[in-house]
């Protein structure tokens, strides 16, 4: 599964800087991009179950990430909902 160039230019201005791979935005914006690609796939295939699974797990990760950003930094916690589209 590849990532949109749409949603790798979202992760590339989260960065903070040029090799940042584990901040919370960037993890997020990583998440969403497969959260996305794995409810593609969903659709498509209704009957397909074990996706089912990780798509749940990866939903609940980035719930988790969110909480603890939405704790520690509230104003990027708003600018990453923005950015990727997330309800909260």
Known sequence: MTISTENKTKIEEARR???DSGSPEVQIGTLTGRIQGLTEHLKAHKHDYAPR???????GRRNRLLRYLARTNADKYQEVLKRHGLRK
């Open 53 to 59: 699974r990780g798509l749940q797990m990866l939903v």
């Open 17 to 19: 800087h040029d090799s």
